[in-house]
Nanobody, 125 residues
């Protein structure tokens, strides 16, 4: 079992920044690919960003490239999502996910085995 606890969501003005954190349990955190997904109002949950177990290779949805940065600190069992230049279109519930079984970063929701509770991000005009 892997437990993921998210924090850092909130409300921000357009153009502002937020930094989301996801703290994971388990001594083997450094072996898991991790990802962030989001679900906006009336939308399906979609891939935002992901990274390999060592954090060297990252992946981003086209909608967030150049604005969002995913990273991890394996010593702290934590993955981050730095979000800059936020716009109202980024308003969503953000979820972190761990792929404990599989070993590869994926953009598909079903590939991930464990999920955080979600944290709300609201961007106002």
């Amino acid at each position: 079992q892997v437990q993921l606890v998210e924090s850092g969501g909130g409300s921000v003005q357009a153009g502002g920044s937020l930094r989301l954190s996801c703290a994971a349990s388990g001594r083997t955190f450094s072996t898991y690919p991790m990802a962030w997904f989001r679900q906006g109002p009336g939308e399906e949950r979609k891939f935002v960003a992901g990274l390999t177990s060592n954090g060297v290779i990252t992946y981003y949805a086209d909608s967030v490239k150049g604005r969002f940065t995913i990273s991890r600190d394996n010593a702290k069992n934590t993955v981050y999502l730095q979000m800059n230049s936020l716009s109202p279109e980024d308003t969503a519930v953000y979820y972190c996910a761990a792929r404990v079984i599989g070993g590869l970063v994926s953009m598909t929701e079903s590939a991930y085995n464990y999920w955080g509770q979600g944290t709300q991000v609201t961007v106002s005009s």
